[in-house]
């Protein structure tokens, strides 16, 4: 009996130290992990909501870079961190889709983690340099029908949203690209554009929104439904081409380490929410032409699993179709 006594008191203990540990929250610095290089979208987006989410917590919010494996090693690090809030990590497309299609991670599935909020939401877009002879999405089409394979374009990572993006062009119009793949990073599409390695790259606009503002490049389309507000010349693909069907683009969700307590995840998501709501950053979104797209914990939790299962279909098929390897 004492023993047993013993094991409740220490159980007890236990319970009211983590009690007193999630009221505290947060007690020390918080991690917020970037699965990608630094330089790229996701890494100022994050950086700038983060910066603003930290004026109103009792302590320092600090991003830390850590790329590799289409975001495997930093969700990796995430899934070892323990669950009491002080680790977080912002994740895109390549986290909820191409990791676990491809199960490059044993074991990982979105149970992992924890959904805090989705702040953004970006479509895809085919971006040249300034002097293209490329002036429209039909022209730049219609060159790589009549020279199958000679157009060099940058993705992001064979397998990765990116090369969807352009496979199912190809499939849809029946052109032929030479693709040519470049690390998770928008930096190194950046660089391979403006050095003449390709002569388009395909990911966001704000991916790349410090040359198309200086002049040094220019968005062909975006694969989007509506005018991005910040990108007035681009146009959404459904302006462009009525008949082609392809709107596929990337988000930046914030999670948590799975089991980490209902109150710190409401105590992030109302942070970060208020940070969202800012002027200094539904501004500064509009300035690089990234799309606000706020989803609290349930509902994106929801529309995580939904996307996941509509895209996982779309990439099966594909590989059916034999242009697609998984």
């Known amino acids: 009996m004492i023993f047993k006594k013993t094991l409740l008191g220490v159980a007890c203990v236990a319970a009211f130290s983590t009690n007193v540990a999630h009221a505290d929250y947060p007690n020390r610095d918080i991690r917020v992990i970037v699965p990608a290089a630094a330089g790229g979208g996701t890494d100022a987006i994050v950086r700038k909501i983060t910066n603003i989410a930290e004026e109103s917590m009792p302590v320092s919010m600090y991003v830390e870079n850590v790329a590799g494996g289409m975001t495997a090693t930093g969700l990796l690090q995430l899934m070892q961190a323990r669950p009491d809030g002080q680790t977080i ?23 992992k983690m924890r959904m805090i909020a989705r702040i953004t939401r970006e479509a895809d877009a085919i971006t ?8 429209t999405l039909d022209d730049f089409i219609s060159a790589a029908k009549e020279e199958s394979g000679s157009i060099r374009v940058g993705i992001q990572n064979m397998g990765a949203r990116t090369h969807l993006t352009l496979l199912q062009l190809q499939d849809l119009t029946g052109a ?5 793949s470049y690390d998770s990073s928008a930096a190194t599409q950046k660089e391979a554009l403006l050095n003449g390695e390709v002569d388009a790259v395909v990911t966001s606009l704000g991916d790349l929104a410090p040359l198309i503002e200086s002049g040094q490049a220019r968005g062909l389309v975006e694969f989007s439904d509506t005018q991005n507000e910040g990108f007035p010349n681009v146009p959404p693909v459904t302006e462009t081409n009525t ?23 409401e105590k992030l998501e109302k942070t970060y929410h208020t940070a969202y709501e800012s002027d200094d950053f539904q501004q500064w979104l509009k300035k690089v032409g990234v799309t606000p797209a706020w989803l609290g914990s349930e509902e994106v939790t929801e529309w995580s699993h939904d996307t996941q299962e509509q895209l996982f279909n779309t990439m099966d098929e594909l590989v059916d179709k034999g242009v697609l390897e998984k």
């Open 243 to 265: 008949d082609l069907d392809l709107q596929m683009g990337s988000f930046i969700t914030l999670v948590a380490p799975e089991r980490t307590p209902d109150d710190v995840i």
């Open 89 to 111: 990590a912002a994740i895109t497309y390549d986290s909820i889709i191409t990791i676990p299609w491809k199960e490059m991670l044993p074991g990982f599935n979105m149970d």
């Open 128 to 135: 040249v340099p300034k002097d293209s002879s490329y002036q």
């Open 176 to 180: 032929k690209f030479k693709i040519v």
